[in-house]
T-cell receptor, first 109, second 117 residues
Framework: DAKTTQPPSMDCAEGRAANLPCNHS???????VYWYRQIHSQGPQYIIH???NNETNEMASLIITEDRKSSTLILPHATLRDTAVYYC??????????FGTGTKLQVIP | GAVVSQHPSWVICKSGTSVKIECRSL??????MFWYRQFPKQSLMLMAT?????????EQGVEKDKFLINHASLTLSTLTVTSAHPEDSSFYIC?????????????FGPGTRLLVL
């Protein structure tokens, strides 16, 4: 079973920030939190990952709570091309990835 | 960088035939590659972990004799669906981990859609 939980769906207005939450209450101290997204009929695309500190790259920002039990992916200015299923994942020491059901983000014009 | 390709992108075959899918890391070496399967409106399910030069490790419920995996080099892994049946129709996706990369980032291929008639 997936070790993360996410809301099944979210809407976001184009141009606004999209904030996607994820709970990973069973994550261990040395496991990273990864975010990927899957646009329809394509392979998942890597977005960002983090361990303890907040992270930012050209695609998104990742905010991780101090207790590491949850995180939020922020797309600062959502566009229609950001419509996808977003997966929050933790990777175990055996490098195994277990995908949950993710959050289906719909960006609305 | 970190590009993973798959070939073919889609394939239609008759029931009982075998289908080979290739997964290549184009600009990095991958000690470990992973194979996933995704049915319509469902999430990705890990099938097996493929390590270069050794036997693959299969997830529970995945038949190793039906889904043959070969990882002969640091840039190529193949998945062969033997004696394919209609219920094997699915979207097959591979991923690769950069041998020299930090962390455990996996990069995914574009997927191969298999339709068994």
């Amino acid at each position: 079973d997936a070790k993360t939980t996410q809301p099944p769906s979210m809407d976001c207005a184009e141009g606004r920030a999209a904030n996607l939450p994820c709970n990973h209450s069973t994550i261990s101290g040395n496991e990273y939190v990864y975010w990927y997204r899957q646009i329809h009929s394509q392979g998942p695309q890597y977005i960002i990952h983090g361990l303890k500190n907040n992270e930012t790259n050209e695609m998104a920002s990742l905010i991780i709570t101090e207790d590491r039990k949850s995180s939020t992916l922020i797309l600062p200015h959502a566009t229609l091309r950001d419509t996808a299923v977003y997966y929050c994942i933790d990777v175990d020491i055996y490098q195994k990835v277990t995908f949950g059901t993710g959050t289906k983000l719909q960006v609305i014009p | 960088g970190a590009v993973v390709s798959q070939h073919p992108s889609w394939v239609i075959c008759k029931s009982g035939t075998s289908v080979k899918i290739e997964c290549r890391s184009l600009d990095f070496q991958a000690t470990t590659m992973f194979w996933y399967r995704q049915f319509p409106k469902q999430s990705l399910m890990l099938m097996a972990t493929s390590n270069e030069g050794s036997k693959a490790t299969y997830e529970q419920g995945v038949e190793k004799d039906k889904f043959l995996i070969n990882h002969a080099s640091l840039t190529l892994s193949t998945l062969t669906v033997t004696s394919a049946h209609p219920e094997d129709s699915s979207f097959y996706i591979c991923s690769a981990r950069d041998r020299l990369g930090l962390g455990e980032t996996q990069y995914f291929g574009p997927g191969t859609r298999l339709l068994v008639l």
